[in-house]
Nanobody, 126 residues
Framework: QIHLGESGGGLVQAGGSLRLSCTASGRPSSSYAMAWFRQGPGKEREFVSAMRWNPGIADLAESVKGRFTISGDPGSQTIYLQMNNLNPEDTATYYC???????????????????WGQGTQVTVSS
């Protein structure tokens, strides 16, 4: 069983920045990919960004390219999401997820993930 611990959410003004962190602990001790999804008020859960570990390939949704950056450490099973130039449309609960086995392309599909964190709230005021 893997536990995902998230941190870093909060309230920020438009144009501001936040950095989210997520660490996976437990067994198995490795994963195929870890990712961030988000769900805004009245919206479906959507893909934000993912890191495939082997090789280290980052994937970002078009809506956040140029503003968000994902990074991570496979040894500690930790990912980070640096979010810059935030706008009110980024307001959502952000969820960390881990996929144990997968294939290229799977990282954007929520149903492919085996474990989920509790979520951390990001609120961007205008």
């Amino acid at each position: 069983q893997i536990h995902l611990g998230e941190s870093g959410g909060g309230l920020v003004q438009a144009g501001g920045s936040l950095r989210l962190s997520c660490t996976a602990s437990g067994r198995p001790s490795s994963s195929y990919a870890m990712a961030w999804f988000r769900q805004g008020p009245g919206k479906e859960r959507e893909f934000v960004s993912a890191m495939r570990w082997n090789p280290g390939i980052a994937d970002l949704a078009e809506s956040v390219k140029g503003r968000f950056t994902i990074s991570g450490d496979p040894g500690s099973q930790t990912i980070y999401l640096q979010m810059n130039n935030l706008n009110p449309e980024d307001t959502a609960t952000y969820y960390c997820a881990a996929m144990i086995d997968g294939y290229p392309g799977d990282q954007r599909v929520a149903a492919k993930y085996d474990y989920w964190g509790q979520g951390t709230q990001v609120t961007v005021s205008s």
